[in-house]
């Protein structure tokens, strides 16, 4: 079993909605939780960083931290085309520096 | 400015060839991160590196896999005697001192024959 579970999708919505997407976890010493979008042929790029449990909001982007239930999401709201990506959820220990990756979500918006 | 570059973008090589994978981190970033992304997978990381130092070599697959950052800036990823499982998006993401972020660079798609 992985250490991080993310389901692979694909995940079609219309543009305007609400997207969930989620990761689950089995190690209990994850303490940095992040979100990374990934377009075709580019490199990860940071969209939402927490330490611990709890919300953050960031623009249209909101992450949510359950360490009671070892899960995570991300939602956003009024979905662009331009949202179509692949998600990458993350996390780290404290102390550590060795992040381990879901397989990530593709997410496709249509106009 | 600038950010994380990688070269080449693009590598073909023959199966039992050595590669050499360069990694240009942004200035003034200590921590320096190699991964290794198969298709349809989440990055696996690979080994880290502080300034010069190599602390962590635990995710290199096999002893054909070494990684150098003699100066503590760039980074050079060596795979020698490819094998077809080797083909996957290397990348490389670095951080500033004192934080966990990680900024990629957009990797290399090396491709075994």
């Known amino acids: 079993q992985k250490e991080v579970e993310q389901d692979p999708g694909p995940l079609s919505v219309p543009e305007g909605a609400i997207v969930s997407l989620n990761c689950t976890y089995s190690?209990?010493?994850?303490?940095?939780f992040m979100w990374y979008r990934q377009y075709s042929r580019k490199g990860p790029e940071l969209l939402m960083y927490t330490y611990s449990s709890g919300n953050k909001e960031d623009g249209r982007f909101t992450a949510q931290v359950d360490k009671s239930s070892k899960y995570i999401s991300l939602f956003i709201r009024d979905s662009q085309p331009s949202d179509s990506a692949t998600y990458l959820c993350?996390?780290?220990?404290?102390?550590?520096?060795?992040?381990?990756f879901g397989a990530g979500t593709r997410l496709f918006v249509k106009a | 400015g600038a950010g994380v570059s990688q070269s080449p973008r693009y590598k073909v090589a023959k199966r039992g060839q050595d590669v050499a994978l360069r990694c240009d981190p942004i200035?003034?970033?200590?921590?320096l991160f190699w991964y290794q992304q198969a298709l349809g997978q989440g990055p696996e990381f690979l080994t880290y590196f502080q300034n010069e130092a190599q602390l962590d070599k635990s995710g290199l697959p096999s002893d054909r896999f070494f990684a150098e950052r003699p100066e503590g800036s760039v980074s050079t990823l060596k795979i020698q005697r490819t094998q077809q499982e080797d083909s996957a998006v290397y990348l490389c993401?670095?951080?500033?001192?004192?934080?966990?972020?990680?900024?990629f660079g957009p990797g290399t798609r090396l491709t075994v024959l």
């Open positions: 190690n209990s010493a994850f303490q940095y």
């Open positions: 993401a670095s951080s500033p001192p004192r934080a966990d972020t990680q900024y």
């Open positions: 993350a996390m780290t220990r404290t102390g550590g520096f060795k992040t381990i």
């Open positions: 200035s003034g970033h200590v921590s």
